[in-house]
Structure formats: structure tokens, C-alpha cells
């Protein structure tokens, strides 16, 4: 018998040993010793880059090429961070980029649910074309796309207004991919049984298919958030207006074409990461469950 991992279908020590390699059971301590200590290493080389972004960012301009470099610096400055919190627009940036953020994130785990449950469940001419023709989609990268869509947003007159960043990134149809392989995981006879009692098509999507596919939620809503808050290109090329810029633009603004301050770049860096690291860490437990979701059998 076939289930997906849902909240409440595993424990946490269960998920902890279905996520734990295989290779390590019955294995020799020497064999387990030289595994962990692999992991570490591999921890600490990601970890290094994140440690001296921290370095650079408590470094003034004249400390930062200094050779050999000082990695833990004798006196902390924080004259990185008091610039941008007190001399730029950095609190606007981060509220205008949860805002597109937040609006994007909720709108595509809306639509994208009921399109995945429309192609897992329901039956209709063409249905399995449709959805070929949405994977195409794909395959186009965006670079290919960028310029027509500047042109179709500005006869719009919808550039340098929050719907040029809102609305474009509401037709990218990966996650209607990923809600109609949570959806299509799900038995049969569940909506079947609840058409026999009477049930519309859009109460078995609200009350039956959603509260069982919220770890497949979470994971879209945690992939579409982090896409909308680390995206550069588009917000560029939509907006101008320094009101409406998002973290990522108002940060490259930052740097002249004679001159890169590194130390607020770095200060802005790590501010910028601690929004999305709190999201990922408040949401960890459904988004594990939700990406072993359909690929764990037991």
C-alpha cells in the first residue's frame, strides 16, 4: 500500500530516519566517522562565503583588500548598516519586495492549485494537450520573452505601478506542474464520493483537495516567495521609480561606474537574507514533508 507523506502520516523521528542515508546503517564507526566528517567539510566550504559576507560587512571601505585578508576584524564598524537603514530607501525596498512578494506567492498558490486540480481530477476535451502545450511554456527562457512583455506591459500603462511586477510573474506554469502531481497522488474515490453526496466541483477543491495537498502548498508558496523576493531583471526593466524599486534593484543602485562599495553591499546582503531565512525556518517541517510528498512509498 502507496501513501504520500502528509503532516500527521509521519512523525518527526520517522521522517529523520526516512531522510537518512542508507548507506550509513550497519556501517564500520571508521566508515561513519569519515562520512560525517565529509558533511562537515562540505558545511563549512558553504558556510564560508556567508561568514565572510558577515566579515565584510563589519569592515570599513580601507579594510576590505587587505592582505592577507582579516576575517574576524579587531573593531566591529557598523557604518555599512547605519548607511543603508538611515542614508537609502533599504526599508522601502524590503516592504515594496514583500508586498510583490506576499500578493505574487498568494495569488499563485490560489490559481495554480485549482489549474492542477482541473488537470488531475476533471475530465475535458484536450486536457492532456493543454497541459503539454503548459509545459512547453517551460522550455522558453525568460530572456526570449523579456522584451515583448516590457511592450505588452507599457500599453498597458501598467509600468512603473506595482501591477508591472505583480502580474507577469502570475503566467509562469511551474506551479501548476507541481499542484497537479501533488493532486494526481490523492485516491480517486475521494471527490467521486463526494460528487455522490452532492458536492460542486469547487466545494471538492476547497474543503476535500486543499487541506490535503497544504504540504504541496507550502512548498509552492515557499519556492514562488523566493523567486519574487530574489528576482532582479523584470523589476528593473518594469520600474524606474525609485518609490517602487525592490531590495535587489535598490541595492545594485547603490554602485557608481567608478565606484562599488562591498561593505554595504554586504551589510544589505545579509539584512536582505534574514526575511526569507525566518520564512524558510518557520515553514521547514511542511516544506521537508511536502518535497518527500509522492516520492516516499510505503
Not at 490560489?110 to 497541459?131: C, I, V
Request: hydrophobic share 55%; with cysteine; net charge positive.
Amino acid at each position: 500500500m502507496t501513501r504520500s507523506v502528509y503532516p500527521g502520516s509521519y512523525s518527526r523521528p520517522t521522517l529523520r530516519r526516512l531522510i537518512t542515508p542508507r548507506g550509513l546503517e550497519g556501517a564500520s564507526p571508521a566508515t561513519t566517522a569519515v562520512s560525517y566528517g565529509v558533511v562537515v567539510v562540505a558545511c563549512l566550504v558553504t558556510i564560508g562565503p556567508f561568514f565572510y559576507l558577515l566579515s565584510s560587512s563589519l569592515k570599513p571601505d580601507a579594510s576590505l583588500f587587505q592582505y592577507p585578508p582579516v576575517w574576524i576584524p579587531s573593531h566591529l564598524y557598523w557604518g555599512n548598516y547605519a548607511h543603508l537603514l538611515f542614508h537609502t530607501e533599504f526599508l522601502r525596498w524590503v516592504a515594496n519586495t514583500f508586498l510583490v512578494a506576499g500578493v505574487v506567492t498568494c495569488a499563485k498558490v490560489l490559481f495554480d492549485s485549482m489549474a492542477g486540480y482541473a488537470f488531475a481530477k476533471m475530465r475535458f476535451p484536450f486536457r492532456n494537450a493543454l497541459f503539454v502545450v503548459v509545459l512547453m511554456t517551460l522550455m522558453i527562457p525568460f530572456s526570449a520573452i523579456l522584451i515583448p512583455l516590457f511592450f505588452i506591459v507599457r500599453d498597458l500603462h501598467l509600468l512603473n505601478t506595482y501591477w508591472a511586477l505583480i502580474l507577469p510573474p502570475l503566467a509562469n506554469p511551474i506551479g501548476i506542474f507541481m499542484m497537479r502531481t501533488f493532486i494526481e497522488g490523492l485516491p480517486s474515490d475521494l471527490e467521486n464520493a463526494a460528487r455522490l453526496d452532492g458536492a460542486s466541483e469547487f466545494a471538492i477543491y476547497w474543503r476535500l483537495i486543499l487541506p490535503l495537498v497544504k504540504p504541496g502548498l507550502v512548498v509552492l508558496a515557499v519556492f514562488t516567495f523566493l523567486i519574487q523576493y530574489t528576482s532582479f531583471l523584470w523589476p528593473l526593466v518594469a520600474v524606474s521609480s525609485t518609490n517602487l524599486e525592490v531590495v535587489t534593484v535598490g541595492l545594485a543602485g547603490q554602485s557608481s561606474i567608478s565606484q562599488v562599495d562591498y561593505g554595504i553591499y554586504s551589510a544589505g546582503a545579509l539584512m536582505a537574507l534574514v526575511p526569507i531565512t525566518l520564512v524558510f525556518l518557520f515553514l521547514q517541517r511542511f516544506f521537508i514533508a511536502g518535497s518527500l510528498a509522492g516520492a516516499l512509498k510505503q
